[in-house]
């Protein structure tokens, strides 16, 4: 039955879990006004201060071109600020980027809490471990 093709399937069981965490996430950083990954990239931003867009391409493993459009609407929301330094695209948050720092860090903790009631704690971070791993991993092959 397909069902079952399905269930061991790790990539319809990924996306689907993606799928499930996503709407949490977009819940929980509601408070933020910015969408989850636009949060993240502003946290990397206001703890890494002048960090470069290939820089920031690596640790949110998405493309360039995606890391740029994500500061494009950072830079229109007055969040961050870009400075070229010769070939290199440097960014850095403003005082309004900042400011949304503690409510970001809110959000990441409350989908923290959120997923770990529904899995527990010790499941919850095994299987982050689990799935960085096997992401590193399968990046390799």
């Known amino acids: 039955m397909a069902v079952n093709y399905l269930n061991n399937c790790m990539y319809f069981v990924?996306?689907?879990l993606s799928r499930t965490l996503t709407?949490?996430?977009e819940e929980e950083f509601m408070i933020?006004?910015?969408?989850?990954p636009h949060a993240i990239m502003l946290i990397i931003i206001v703890e890494n201060s002048g960090i470069s867009l290939s820089e920031l391409s690596v640790i949110?493993?998405?493309a360039p071109s995606t890391i740029?459009?994500?500061a494009d609407k950072l830079v229109q929301r007055k969040m961050i600020e870009r400075k070229i330094r010769g070939k290199k695209t440097e960014l850095f948050s403003t005082i309004k980027g900042r400011e949304v720092n503690p409510l970001i860090i809110q959000a990441w903790k409350n989908l923290?809490?959120?997923y770990c009631d529904c899995l527990g704690k010790?499941?919850?971070d095994k299987l982050t471990?689990?799935?960085r791993m096997a992401t590193i991993d399968l990046k390799e092959s």
């Open 14 to 16: 990924a996306n689907s």
């Open 23 to 25: 709407k949490m996430a």
């Open 32 to 36: 933020t006004k910015l969408s989850p």
């Open 60 to 62: 949110m493993n998405l």
């Open 68 to 70: 740029s459009r994500f």
């Open 112 to 114: 923290y809490a959120r």
């Open 122 to 124: 010790d499941f919850a």
């Open 129 to 131: 471990d689990y799935i």
